[in-house]
Structure formats: C-alpha cells, structure tokens
C-alpha cells in the first residue's frame, strides 16, 4: 500500500471537473504536494511542456486526468483533436514519466473505449472484442491506446502505470455548457432553462431506448485513489456502480426532480451512441475493495441543487 501523504503528486487536468474533486479529497486525506499544471502554461499535447511540467513538479506519482472530453456532440464535431490531442497527452506524459523513474502512473479511461457490442456488464477482459460506437471511438480508442502503452512498458522496462476505465461521471461542478456538456448536465439545463422560460416543451437527442450508466464524483474519486495505494497490474479495471438506466428513464427522473411540467419530444434524427453501456464492478471490488455507495436519485438532487444554487435560477 502506498503512502500518498509522503508522496509528490503531479495531476495534469487537476483542475477540471474530476481533478477538482481528487485534489480536494488528496489534501483532506494529507497530501501536501500536489502539482496541478494549467493548459495555458503547460499544452501537455506539446513535448516541451511535458518535459518542463516533470521538471517542474519533480513527481513520484502521476495521476493523468488531462484530456479533450464532451458529449455526443462534441465528440462529432472534434473526431480529430479528440482523437490526437488525448492519445499525444497520455503516451508523451508516460513516457517521460517512464524515462525519469517515477513510481507510479495512474491513467484515466473511459467507458467510450469499449465495444458497440459487448455483452452488459462489460467485463474487462472483453475491452478489445470490437471497434466502439462511432460517435465515440476516435476518443475511446486513443484513451485505448495507454492502455496499450502500460502493458507495454509493465512487460519491457517494469514501469509500475494502471489503467482505470470510467463510467460516465455525473455530480456538482459538471460542465453546463450546451455544445460540450454530457447527458446529464444538458437535460438538467434545459428542463431548468424551460421552466425559468415558462416553455411548453424540451427536446431531446434520439429515442431513449439507449442505456447508460454513471457514478457520482466523489465515488469515482475514491476509487481512484484506492487504486493508485493499492492496485499494482496493468490489467484494466472498471470504476462503476453496475446499474444501467435508459436515456427515457433518465429522462423522466431529470422532468420530475427539476419539476419541469411541459413535453418531452423527442427528436430521433439526432444519434443516441452506443445501444448500452454498463459495466462490471466485480474485479474493482475483488482488487481495492471499491464499490460505489452514492444512490442515483440523491446524486441527481445534489447536482440540480449545486446548479440552481449557482446559477440562481428557480
Ligand atoms: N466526464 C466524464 O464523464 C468522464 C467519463 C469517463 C472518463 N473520463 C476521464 O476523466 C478525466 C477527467 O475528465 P473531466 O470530465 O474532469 O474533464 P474536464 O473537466 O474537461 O477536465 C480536463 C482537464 O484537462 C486539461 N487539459 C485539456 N487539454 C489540455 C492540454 N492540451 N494541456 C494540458 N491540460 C489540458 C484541462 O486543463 P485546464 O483547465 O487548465 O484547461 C482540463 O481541466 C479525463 O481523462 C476523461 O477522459 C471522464
């Protein structure tokens, strides 16, 4: 187990939705340094800020959450940068990581890397039985690829990295913005936005026959850190509560919490993703002893809270 109190701790995308709350919950747990490198100081896409942010920081872990994310829409509008800016960031900080002897590298995944078809849960050793859904897979598979790069370098130079596969994250301090929000901070938005507008009606992307399936922040922030102290495999390992909900349950969970009283159309020339996303939470357990405890509903109340506090709406 891994003493993080006496460790120094670089965390490039530290300061985005996820890295805010892990740096919060490192220092309440006694980490004292914590290095967290800004985009506009350090492009981590760029090897020269790379090297400086090692240089600067003088890491003994690094936990790499820094990455281009969005939603559905996002995702099709940037394929490209998606694709080149995730997959640069990740194998040039492993490999400097690697080349300055650092004891550990904790990377990052996401739920997008797995199949389009995969059978519910996905379980980890299926991560590599298909291509995935195409709204997302210039994303999930450059995330893929350190995946590759620390099994790699586990079997050639013995460098200790771990790679964790995400569900999708939901909690307070979500990005809202509409062109890059995932599902759940867009549809608490528009149901808010509707009701503060008096409008009869929301529309919302696809069917709802899709499934997915999310875990609250500070969960995922605990398991990241019980794996960063305790898993030491370059196997993947799911971070996830195992429960699936459709996009039309969510969808009336979101009307009814937020108190939105209008219609829901749905626009069905807009794409869904994947058909189903959940995964399986056993090796997680077995491994660190991490299983989500938040309840979906409470999770969702806290979110709507957090943004109506903030925003000031309603
Ligand atoms: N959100 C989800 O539902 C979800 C699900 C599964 C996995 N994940 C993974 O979890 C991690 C964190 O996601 P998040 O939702 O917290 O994302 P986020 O809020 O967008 O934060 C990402 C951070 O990455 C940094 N970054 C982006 N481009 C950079 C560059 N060129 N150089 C240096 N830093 C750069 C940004 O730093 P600045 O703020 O300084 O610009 C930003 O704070 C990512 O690896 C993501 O793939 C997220």
């Known amino acids: 187990m891994i003493n993080l109190k006496n460790k120094s701790i670089l965390i490039p995308g530290g300061n985005g939705f996820l890295g805010t709350f892990l740096v919060q919950y490192l220092r309440k747990i006694g980490c004292r340094e914590i290095f967290v490198p800004r985009s506009k100081d350090y492009d981590l896409v760029q090897m020269e800020f790379v090297k400086k942010v090692y240089d600067d920081a003088k890491p003994d872990i690094v936990i790499h959450l820094a990455a281009k994310v969005g939603g559905i829409g996002a995702n099709r509008d940037n394929p490209g940068k998606f694709f080149y800016d995730n997959l640069l960031m990740g194998a040039q900080l492993m490999e400097i990581g690697r080349q300055k002897g650092i004891e550990k590298f904790v990377t990052i995944g996401t739920i997008c890397s797995y199949p389009k078809f995969v059978p519910v849960p996905f379980k980890e050793e299926d991560i590599w039985n298909g291509y995935p859904d195409e709204t997302n897979a210039p994303y999930g598979l450059a995330k893929k690829m350190l995946l590759v790069q620390s099994q790699s370098y586990r079997q050639q130079y013995g460098f200790n990295s771990i790679n964790l596969i995400l569900a999708n994250l939901y909690g307070p301090g979500d990005n809202f913005d509409p062109i890059t929000s995932h599902v759940i901070p867009a549809l608490i938005k528009k149901c808010i ?73 749905w626009d069905s020339s807009k794409p869904e993703g994947q058909p189903r996303r959940c995964v399986d939470t056993k090796k997680a357990l077995k491994e660190f002893g991490f299983k989500a405890n938040t309840k979906f509903k409470d999770g969702l109340k806290e979110v709507i809270r957090w943004y109506r506090e903030k925003t000031q709406l309603l």
């Open 193 to 265: 936005d509707a009701r503060c507008k008096g409008a009869k009606k929301i529309t919302v992307w696809g069917r709802g026959n899709s499934t997915r399936e999310f875990i609250y922040i500070q969960d995922a922030v605990r398991g990241i850190v019980l794996a960063t102290q305790q898993y030491n495999k370059s196997d993947p390992v799911n971070l996830g509560t195992g429960i699936e909900i459709s996009i039309k349950d969510l969808v009336d969970l979101i009307v009814k919490l937020t108190g939105f009283k209008g219609k829901v159309i």
